[in-house]
């Protein structure tokens, strides 16, 4: 990955203000614009509040690896934690026009990573979920 911004962060959901800070600059320093800075905050903030709220099975201290770089004209974006394997893109669709009562709670988080990224891959690699996320710029 290019030059950006490379963090290990606790599964602990205070550090996700590490990570909203750590966007905000990057973004800042790249000219990026103040709408785009808010989603990429968002999408981190909700794969990463997923991964820290339900992804370990025990209450131990995991490290969780975020990078993000800037390559050629679009953002990528990197996630690495040893959680349960869990692909995101397997997730159901949520059907945003059934009435609120109806839907099925949950989904809705990453049908916005969805929406706002451009591509999403996720893979698992020697006990580590790897989520790939880019956003053409």
Known sequence: MLPGFSLRIANRLLELDRVADAVEAFGEAHGLSAKLRYQLRLVL????????????????EHGIHVGMA?????????????ARPFDPLTARIPDVNAPVDER?????????????MDRVAYERVGGLNRLVLEKDI
């Not at 903030?45 to 131990?60: H, P, R």
């Not at 800037?70 to 934690?81: K, P, S, V």
Request: aromatic share 8%.
């Open 45 to 60: 903030d909700e794969l990463l509040t997923n991964t820290i709220s339900y992804g370990y099975a025990d209450d131990g």
């Open 104 to 116: 099925p709670i949950g989904g809705l988080g990453i049908h916005l990573v969805r929406t706002i």
């Open 70 to 82: 800037e390559e050629g004209g679009r953002l990528r974006f990197l996630l690495e934690d040893d």
